[in-house]
C-alpha cells in the first residue's frame, strides 16, 4: 500500500476563496483523522470518521470548516470562505478498527497558506 | 478528559550523549500511549506504543520509553543520539482501540555535533 495519500501538498489561496483538502486513507482502515498543525497549537484533532460516518467533529474550529467521507477510499475536508488564519499544515491519518492495533499512519500534509 | 503534556519544547544535545524526552499524560481510564516523530516537512511517524504489558517499551531507531502508570508518564529515550535523530517529537494518548489520539505539544531535538 502506498500510504496515506494527501492532495494537494502545498496550496496558496486568497482570503474568501474555498479551499478543499483531499485524503485517501490505508486501503481497509476503517478510522479516518483530519488534524491541523500550527506554531501556536501543534496538533489539533480536527474530525475522525469511523467507517465512513462522522464520531467526534468537536475540534471543528467553526462553521467554516466542513469534513465529509462519502467511501471508505476517499475524504475532504473544506473551507469556505478560507481566511488569513486558516494558514496551517493539515494532516490526515488512518488506522484500523477496533479490536486491532491502535496506531495511525499520517499522510504527508497539505501546507496550506491562505492570503 | 484526556491531555498530554510535554514538559519541555525544546531539547538540544550533543551527538553521542543521551537523551530523555518528557511526556505526562491524564486520564480517567486505561490508556495506549505513543511516541511519533516528525523529520522536517514531513508527516509524522510512529516510534513505539504502549498497549499493554511490559512497561519498558523499544521502537525503532534505537529508541525506548517506559510507562509508568503511578507517575502518569512516558518518558521517551535514547542512550546515544545521532544527528539525524533532529526531529519534533510528539507523544499522543488514546482511550480506546480506535479512537482518537490526543497530541502533547511537541518537543523539538536538536542534535548538535
Known amino acids: 500500500d502506498a500510504g496515506v495519500i494527501q492532495s494537494p501538498r502545498h496550496e496558496v489561496t486568497e482570503m474568501g476563496q474555498e479551499v478543499t483538502l483531499r485524503c485517501k486513507p490505508i486501503s481497509g482502515h476503517d478510522y479516518l483523522f483530519w488534524y491541523r498543525q500550527t506554531m501556536m497549537r501543534g496538533l489539533e484533532l480536527l474530525i475522525y470518521f469511523n467507517n465512513n460516518v462522522p464520531i467526534d467533529d468537536s475540534g471543528m474550529p467553526e462553521d467554516r470548516f466542513s469534513a465529509k467521507m462519502p467511501n471508505a477510499s476517499f475524504s475532504t475536508l473544506k473551507i469556505q470562505p478560507s481566511e488569513p488564519r486558516d494558514s496551517a499544515v493539515y494532516f490526515c491519518?488512518?488506522?484500523?478498527?477496533?479490536?486491532?492495533?491502535?496506531?495511525?499512519?499520517f499522510g504527508q500534509g497539505t501546507r496550506l497558506t491562505v492570503v | 478528559a484526556q491531555s498530554v503534556t510535554q514538559l519541555d519544547s525544546q531539547v538540544p544535545v550533543f551527538e553521542e550523549a543521551p537523551v530523555e524526552l518528557r511526556c505526562n499524560y491524564s486520564s480517567s481510564v486505561s490508556v495506549y500511549l505513543f511516541w511519533y516523530v516528525q523529520y522536517p516537512n514531513q508527516g509524522l511517524q510512529l516510534l513505539l506504543k504502549y498497549l499493554s504489558g511490559s512497561t519498558l517499551v523499544k521502537g525503532i531507531n534505537g529508541f525506548e520509553a517506559e510507562f509508568n502508570k503511578s507517575q502518569t508518564s512516558f518518558h521517551l529515550r535514547k542512550p546515544s543520539v545521532h544527528i539525524s535523530d533532529t526531529a519534533e517529537y510528539f507523544c499522543a494518548v488514546s482511550e480506546g482501540q480506535g479512537g482518537k489520539l490526543i497530541f502533547g505539544q511537541g518537543t523539538e531535538l536538536s542534535v548538535k555535533p
Open positions: 491519518a488512518s488506522s484500523l478498527r477496533p479490536g486491532a492495533i491502535t496506531e495511525a499512519f
